[in-house]
């Protein structure tokens, strides 16, 4: 499998990081393992969260190209950045689509 890696701060607890990504549900890949704010895996890739302090967390993002877009973290980090994360509508916003 070809794989691209990549890595993003976020200015958030890892809590919130955590739960913003777990709670994307309409993923139209399934989720095949998933330990709490550690580590979401789907075919063909997987995320992992790590505390930095109670307000930054590190994403590091290991996928196929195929099946997750490259920038996918860099437009997470805009989404969970930017003010209130309340609404499921507002989790469409850094969903990348692949053509």
Not at 18 to 23: D, T
Not at 43 to 56: A, E, K, M, N
């Amino acid at each position: 499998m070809n794989t691209f890696e990549e890595t993003v701060e976020l200015a958030v607890p890892l809590r919130t990081a955590y739960e913003q990504w777990a709670g994307y549900s309409s993923s139209p890949r399934p989720v095949t393992a998933q330990r709490q704010d550690e580590l979401i895996a789907w075919p063909g890739g997987r995320v992992t969260f790590h505390y930095l302090d109670t307000h930054t967390t590190r994403l590091v993002l290991r996928a196929d190209p195929d099946t997750t877009p490259a920038g996918i973290l860099l437009r997470f980090k805009e989404f969970v950045e930017s003010a209130p994360l309340t609404t499921p509508a507002t989790r469409q916003y850094w969903r990348v689509e692949r053509a």
